[in-house]
């Protein structure tokens, strides 16, 4: 018997994450769902030089792009008194398949560099602003999983945010 890293035919790590991907797609045929995500437009965005907060047309995003994803847990916050009132923020996490994530466009390479913390995530009817995206796991060097973790924008912190300005005026459209 032989290590599986050494064969090279039918039962190889290649061919086993292959599969396991084709398994993850059809789990997420089935049981999965979906998130829209927004990628930041560094390029054309325009900042203020000393307050590094947008000016002009505001921040600017890509087009959405419709990302499937395994598993969304999306938890309601509960409510905080806090000097100014009672303040909430609901958080989000979705597992992903890294080869749906690369699949439908976004690169690896904004995983690593932290190109993420400016994205936004539309889900459940609300913005969410991304604080991370981690592999969560390897099999012989190929990625497999790619967990989000983002957190809800108010109203008020969308301001800036010219293409999420329907939110921040305390309208959420309905999709």
Partial sequence: MGRLDWKRGRMNADNETDRMY???RGWRDVSGDWLDYYHFNEAATITDPIYDEAIGEGRVYFP?????????IHIQGENEN??????????LSATIAFDQFTGVG???AEIETGDYLND?????????R???LSLEGKIQQRNVIVALYATQMKPDELVDDQLFN???QGNQPYR
């Fill in 130 to 132: 991304v604080l991370q």
């Fill in 82 to 91: 806090t000097d100014t009132g009672f303040y909430y923020n609901d958080t």
């Fill in 22 to 24: 084709k398994a993850m």
């Fill in 120 to 128: 936004r995530v539309y889900y459940n009817q609300k913005i969410f």
């Fill in 166 to 168: 329907q939110w921040s």
């Fill in 64 to 72: 959405p792009v419709r990302l499937p994803v395994l598993h969304v």
């Fill in 106 to 108: 976004m690169d690896y």
